[in-house]
DNA sequence: AGTATAACCTGTCTGC
DNA sequence: TGCAGACAGGTTATAC
């Protein structure tokens, strides 16, 4: 697909919308040569302090040869055994296309139909060059915890991390604990089970632990099948857009009626951060 | 150990 | 119509 061709403009990603933008690079960019490697002024900080010329000579004229999501971060494996690491924090956005888009801070002109852009308007989003020897331990280096996403998440593992005094709102937006879920999904999950945010992590019975994981995989899943959250008009070329947003039970939804209830949902913060909770269904 | 706040930035929305 | 202020899905550092 030509000029325009859009992958996906989800604000602010979390797990889903990292893993769907994986999903849809998967498929367009492994096995396409790197050919050039294109900065601007938007590209400060980007890099960090990671010298020009060492970032070329790792990058352009190289293969990539995979494409995976490590916690929130994109990983390109490229055939020089470096690995590109991108997290797209709150506005970050990967495009393939030919022409360049708005807020662009990167190109990697690719062989074949499209270059690969990083657009990010308030240019929080970051990229870092790891040496093959180094990932071979990113989950512990970076301190990822376990993966909300995958199939092997289990009751023992969420058990495990429930140790704490913490609100259980705030260790499930921890990604040193649990990797994956943000603010919507956190929102989400722990109404789906049924449980308060402000409650305790330490404090919850054996029972609701095991609500509260059925209810993150569910969530999780229901939110990748749909391609994400997107609350923007942005469509995909084919009229396509992430629909999980018409699922939305509590998040952003202060005042209005609960769905089970009728009560009107409530808005808290903490620590800076939106809580949407029902105080009927959520004990 | 926990919490709260600010910081990184810019665009958009709300209310006066 | 204009303007000020609040708000934004992530993460990190610092101070209580």
Redesign the pocket.
Known sequence: MRRGFVIRN???P?GP?VQSIVTDLKSLIIGRRILDLVTNEYTR?LFGNLDGKKLRDRVVGFEIIDVCRR??NIVLRLSSDFYLVI?L??TGQMFLRDDVPKYCRLTLKLDGEGDLHLAD????ATCEVWGAENFATFEIKKKIGFDALSPTFSIRDLQLILV????IY?VL?D?TKISGL???YVNESLFEAGINPLRKAAGLTDNEVKKLHKSIKVTLTRAVNNR????SDYRLPGGEMGSFQKFLKVFRRAGEPCLKCKSDIQREK?????MFYCEQCQK
Do not use: A, D, W
């Open positions: 989800v604000s602010m979390e919308e900080r916690g929130k997290h924090r709150m308007v308030r240019t929080f704490s005094q913490r609100s705030t937006l990604q943000g603010n919507i994400g959250t997107t609350f903490l620590g800076g951060r939106s």
